[in-house]
């Protein structure tokens, strides 16, 4: 399923949840199929996922949430997916950094608007952690 959701394969992925496979498994990283998929911007794949009962704020090992993988991801439309859910658009991972501080840093200026428009605060508090 981690391999599918990383590679966007939707039909596989639909194969997988109807067979009931472990949505909670996590790589040496701590990453769900859902950071997978939102890592990588396959905006398709990561809806299907939001959509089975997943905790949406649930952390990688570095403390990232879905929605900063999203962002890392660049794609706006897989951003969106996350904000409409009502995830917590100013969630820190655990250097502190925020959705919005990675889109900033990395000028994907259509995310930081979306973020913004939702009511996310630009805020960075660096910790060495």
């Known amino acids: 399923m981690l391999e599918a959701s990383r590679h966007g394969n939707v039909r596989e992925v639909e194969l997988l949840l109807r067979r009931g496979v472990n949505l909670n498994y996590r790589d ?6 859902l950071h997978a998929a939102a890592f990588k911007g396959h905006t398709n794949v990561a809806l299907m996922l939001s959509e089975v009962g997943l905790d949406l704020e649930c952390e990688d090992d570095e403390g990232n949430v ?3 993988m999203a962002v890392e991801s660049g794609d706006v439309e ?13 969630a820190m991972n655990k250097r502190g950094v925020t959705p919005l501080y990675m889109a ?15 009511g996310a605060l630009f805020t960075f508090f660096f910790t060495s952690a």
């Open 66 to 68: 879905f929605l900063h």
């Open 28 to 33: 040496h990283y701590g990453l769900t199929t």
């Open 104 to 118: 900033r840093v990395w000028g994907y200026e259509d995310v930081c608007q979306l973020l913004m428009s939702k």
């Open 78 to 90: 897989t951003v969106r997916v996350f904000v409409e859910k009502g995830v917590n658009l100013n």
